[in-house]
């Protein structure tokens, strides 16, 4: 393990909040520290209040903030006098605790402070560092660990054993680091938890972090525990994708909700689902109690559902002994699936959730087959995990949950994603929580995220619209809305002049290739958690043809029947299919600025009042289409199939 700092980056942050930020954000770039959310750090910072007083403020990471990308706004100043004297108490609910936090903080709008805001609290160094890193909680995720942790640091670092995170873990801290400190002390070992490091300069501390993580590497290394057998890569098998998206069907189900399932293709992933040991290494738990929140207790084996959700509600039904309140069950939904055929998916509410579960258990397994090979892989006992599941702040957190957004956890497909009203589509609804999957000759560079899947299509060639359908699936595990946009318009030219090339070709993108992709995507749409939409974008052009649009017109109005067959037909299949006749929409890529000019010429009138030159007299931009293309896939046209709306701001010859 890499020390990542670099003292010219470093001497760009000055004050030593800004550079508490850096050296964060240095742990959060190596996921074998830190994955989404977990490890958190602080520094105590002497401030003068309002008053003249001197005081120390603890800025600890606060809630939601990920170390990797997390600024100086993310830390939340708590008032570390009063952090000191609540470890002082007897009893502190956590929910209690979070209010006196909350309460002290010296900026009302920070975000709350770290459930562990406490353990910093306590450790009496300016800088602290924690982090759940993999090395250190493989170690102590087996027999004996305690004594191995021994071996590795020596009196370097204060053991604790395990306590729940929260009040009772800063007390029995506190305790064990009082006593147990000594003048080679540098960190603090949280067994089947997690590591401290910490020091008077930012880092020292970060520096400190990777020593003793370096070290347990160095120690797995000497065991022979490191290094794992690389797999081979031709053993990755086509994933078949309707029987893909009848899992995430059955798993939307069990969760209540539709759910993205992201198809992991690593060879090792599909080694673990292999393991003639599966059943029993998997089903011990996670590799630090806050995973549990993302991934489950234990993963599903197979591809049983049902019987999933039925072990779950027993888990639930057997709390432990003194767990007296009353507690609502989460959705009894697998996080993560392991199947021999497939290897790992996993399922989130959206995007983002799949796939941070499914980095979490990416690195989950090479604990668990590192662990195994030191000796055998432990994880904290039933009991202990339900307690971190459904202790009482996630518990507070279902109650002031928001609704999620309209179309959190399903899959939209839009074809001509790149520009003009597909790349519109695509904000619309990735802006209403979808998953997309963008279709385009030339797909867009830009920035990957985990919910936009930008591919190179020609939609006219069946081979390569099945091919991009099936990385869709193994991406998101289905098809909820389909938006078919991308088409031609070859250019004005009289009938009589018209080559039969030229209208094939027209034919062949403009209808051909919307049939393709209806027949292909039908299976998945079917299978939609809340039922298939589809939303064609038409033209105009059907209602009322143009002079020299002889190919596009007959085109497009051959989609539009095609569009209407399809509702008459899957109404069946509870899948709606409804048509967008946009028209003068300039801001796409057809329309340059000279040949705006040429036929607003042609009109007689200024490029300006060309644009506008409906009944209403306003510009139809590309992104009133792709508002109403999302609107239709919606609530509010639930109860709609086989219609068409123009977009057009009214035409005489339509009306
Ligand atoms: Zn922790």
Redesign the pocket.
């Known amino acids: 393990m890499q020390s990542l700092w670099d003292e010219s980056e470093a001497a760009r942050f000055s004050g030593e909040l800004a550079l508490r930020a850096y050296s964060s954000r240095l742990l959060g770039r190596d996921k074998s520290l830190v994955l989404h959310g977990?490890?958190?750090t602080s520094v105590k910072i002497n401030e003068r209040n309002l008053f003249g007083e001197e005081e120390t403020i603890l800025y600890v990471k606060g809630s939601g903030w990920d170390l990797e990308t997390i600024e100086e706004a993310g830390f939340s100043p708590v008032r570390l006098e009063h952090v000191l004297k609540l470890v002082q108490l007897d009893r502190l609910s956590d929910p209690q605790m979070v209010n006196e936090l909350r309460t002290h903080m010296t900026r009302a709008s920070a975000p709350t402070p770290s459930i562990?805001t406490l353990l910093h609290g306590i450790l009496p160094f300016k800088y602290v560092d924690?982090?759940?890193a993999d090395a250190v909680v493989t170690v102590t995720n087996t027999a004996n660990s305690a004594k191995r942790i021994r071996d590795i640091y020596g009196d370097c670092v204060v053991i604790v054993p395990y306590v729940m995170?929260g009040f009772d873990l800063a007390r029995v801290c506190a305790r064990l680091f009082a006593e147990e400190r000594g003048p080679k002390t540098i960190g603090m070992v949280?067994l089947n938890?997690?590591i401290f490091s910490f020091g008077e300069t930012a880092r020292e501390s970060y520096e400190g972090m990777i020593q003793l993580v370096s070290r347990a590497e160095e120690y797995l290394k000497a065991q022979e525990a490191w290094f794992l057998p690389d797999a081979t890569r031709d053993s990755v098998p086509a994933l078949p994708r309707i029987e893909i998206a009848r899992l995430r069907e059955e798993v939307s189900e069990a969760a209540g909700r539709p759910m993205i399932l992201n198809c992991a293709r690593d060879v090792r992933s599909l080694a673990f689902a292999r393991r003639e040991d599966v059943a029993a290494v998997s089903q011990r738990g996670p590799a630090?109690p806050?995973h549990v929140i993302r991934t489950k207790r234990v993963p599903m084996l197979g591809r049983d559902v049902s019987q999933y959700v039925r072990e779950y509600q027993a888990y639930f039904n057997r709390p432990p002994p003194h767990v007296r309140e009353q507690k609502t069950m989460l959705d009894p939904a697998p996080r993560v699936i392991l199947d021999p055929k497939w290897g790992m998916l996993a399922a989130g509410g959206s995007a983002a959730e799949a796939w941070a579960v499914s980095e979490i258990y990416q690195h989950t397994i090479e604990v668990i087959e590192r662990a195994t090979r030191l000796g055998g892989y432990q994880a904290l006992s039933e009991r202990e995990l339900f307690e971190v599941e459904y202790w009482d702040l996630e518990q507070a957190k279902l109650k002031r949950q928001e609704a999620p957004p309209p179309f959190a956890g399903e899959v939209a497909l839009v074809t001509g994603a790149a520009s003009g009203i597909g790349k519109a589509c695509v904000e619309a609804l990735l802006k209403r929580g979808a998953a997309v999957v963008g279709l385009d000759l030339h797909p867009a560079l830009e920035e990957s995220r985990p919910s936009l899947l930008q591919l190179r299509c020609d939609v006219s060639d069946p081979d390569q619209v099945r091919a991009n359908l099936d990385r869709g699936v193994e991406a998101f595990g289905g098809l909820d809305l389909l938006i078919l946009n991308a088409g031609i318009f070859p250019g004005t030219r009289e009938l009589a002049a018209l080559s039969n090339e030229e209208w094939d070709r027209v034919f062949r993108v403009n209808v051909d290739a919307n049939l393709l992709l209806l027949r292909e995507c039908h299976p998945l749409l079917k299978l939609a958690p809340k039922g298939g939409r589809v939303v064609v974008i038409g033209s105009k052009n059907v209602a009322a043809p143009g002079l020299g649009a002889a190919a596009y017109s007959a085109s497009k109005a051959a989609l539009n029947q095609l569009a209407r067959v399809a509702a008459l037909e899957w109404g069946k299949d509870n899948i709606r299919v409804n048509v967008i006749h946009p028209d003068a929409v300039f801001d796409t890529g057809l329309w340059t600025e000279e040949v705006l000019a040429s036929r607003a010429a042609r009109y007689q009138l200024s490029v300006p009042e060309y644009k506008k030159r409906n009944i209403l007299g306003v510009e139809v931009l590309s992104r009133d289409v792709a508002e109403l293309a999302a609107e239709m896939s919606g609530a509010l046209f639930a109860k709609t199939t086989g219609a068409q709306v123009p977009v057009d701001g009214g035409n005489e010859r339509i009306i």
């Open positions: 977990g490890g958190n562990e924690h982090t759940h995170p949280l938890h997690g630090t806050d």
